[in-house]
């Protein structure tokens, strides 16, 4: 089984953007964790970061063409913001997990609406860095099922 990680724009700052709203573990160290995880239960694992929304658009369009089964996914503020994003989610029709760090509906009213929710498989918000190992080991358990 093969899952890709997207992270999208100013997410390579993690660590040092306002970490009292995203936590204090790098990008590194959270892709580091999933590739752990991931070795452990004998599923590929590939991770990808873009401040760019048509990269992120042309890497969702590849893991079709890669074959990959699932997505997980923090788009960053392109969740309120990119029909093209949730278009390629969409057209590719890749099972997907949307995530963020933060929680999404504790803060500004503009951060409350995501483009994604309603056609990914699940959401993860608030619960930091560890979501991300949740939302892996959920992906592996629907996987091997
Ligand atoms: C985020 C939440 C978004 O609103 C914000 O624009 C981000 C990060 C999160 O992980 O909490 O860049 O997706």
Redesign the pocket.
Known sequence: ASILVIQ????NLLGTREPE??GKTTLADIHAKLGEIAKAHSVDLDTYQSNHEGQLIDRVQKAKQDGVDFIII???????TSVALRDALAGVAIPFTE??????HQ?EEF?KHSYLSDIATGVI??LGAIGYELALQAAIARLQK
């Not at 923090?74 to 309120?80: D, E, I, L």
């Open positions: 999208g724009p100013n997410l709203v995203y923090n788009p960053g503020a392109f969740t309120h995530i963020h760090l933060s929680n999404i803060r951060r918000c608030g």
